[in-house]
């Protein structure tokens, strides 16, 4: 064998090595749940999981075994906020329709809003129980959880909200012009600035003590100390834009998931950003993740409109990469 076919070889097995992935498989692979998946949610006690998509369908899944329970339809255009409230026999969505709805578990509306404008964020305030909403012209709303209209204001350049999150007190609101503001209880009516970024967050989580706050970005992590106003731009193993960020208290982990030119699903170290969890990709662009309140189970949904859940060890020794 000549020097020139040893190299070829060489070359071959060099990229072999390289691209291949060891990845923790999926228990479900729900196929076709949506034709194109937008966001999914996990009850706290990990028994039901809720998705949606862009044509604005919900679809509620048993976790044991994977099956549909329920299916309709929820809004006209695509959903961009789904949560369960607690009790878990409950869920809000919001939708480009404008519309920000309270659904039982058979899929009957039991409040209804139409706020003219079209819902591009939600978060879920905790204690007291609320619901924010967030809009194409900048707004932001809170629900009482019978979605009574208990508070309006707008971010001060009016730019559509990208993203929402909740902690603790504080309200972190994303906006399309890259800016991130902070309303921290200290002056409600007047946000603080935190960022103004070369390009919009798509998703933004707390950590469980409302003391760190996280952004995804092309290929990285923003991630703010909120005591000393610190800021750190953390590599992660990504490809494409972070879209969905999602913390679990238990492991102390970020979830994340990309879309444009990747859909990998990680759980990621949120003080380097390093993956310690490969879940492996989507076959098209990622759209959301989530994780149940006890650690136990994760569910995503991309592009190409499956949904995928995992059955965890809260420990992390659930599963073997294969």
Not at 194 to 204: C, D, H, Q, S
Request: aromatic share 8%; net charge positive.
């Amino acid at each position: 064998m000549t020097f020139h076919h040893w190299t070829i070889i060489l070359l071959l097995a060099f990229v072999v090595a390289c691209t291949e992935r060891r990845f923790v498989h999926p228990d479900y692979i729900l196929a076709d749940a949506h034709s194109s998946g937008s966001r999914v949610a996990v009850e706290e006690s990990g028994d039901r999981v809720v998705s949606a998509g862009l044509d604005g369908g919900l679809a509620l899944w048993d976790v044991r075994n994977g099956r549909l329970l329920r299916r309709w339809k929820g809004h006209r255009g695509t959903v961009n906020g789904l949560y369960f409230l607690p009790g878990d026999e409950l869920l809000v969505s919001g939708g480009w329709d404008g519309v920000v709805a309270i659904w039982d578990l058979r899929g009957r509306a039991r409040s209804q809003r139409h706020t003219g404008v079209p819902v591009t964020a939600l978060a879920l305030q905790r204690q007291p129980l609320a619901i924010w909403s967030g809009h194409e012209d900048g707004s932001l709303r809170r629900w009482s959880p019978a979605l009574e209209l208990q508070e309006e204001q707008r971010l001060p350049g009016r730019d559509r909200v990208t993203a929402l999150a909740w902690r603790s007190g504080r309200l972190a609101a994303a906006d399309h012009a890259g800016n991130l503001w902070l309303f921290d209880g200290s002056d409600e009516r007047k946000p603080r600035h935190l960022a103004r970024l070369p390009a919009y967050l798509r998703t933004l989580a707390f950590d469980d003590q409302g003391k760190r706050l996280f952004g995804g970005s092309w290929f990285r992590l923003y991630r703010w100390n909120l005591a000393d106003h610190s800021l750190r731009l953390l590599p992660t193993a990504h490809h494409g834009i972070i879209t969905g960020l999602h913390w679990d208290p238990v492991s102390g982990e970020l979830f994340s998931i990309s879309r444009q030119t990747d859909s990998s699903v990680l759980a990621l170290d949120p003080s380097t950003g390093k993956t310690r969890i490969d879940f492996g990709r989507h076959d098209l662009c990622g759209a959301d993740v989530a994780v149940s309140g006890d650690g136990r189970i994760l569910a995503t949904t991309s592009d190409d409109g499956s949904v995928r859940i995992w059955k965890l060890d809260p420990v992390r020794g659930t599963g073997k990469a294969r």
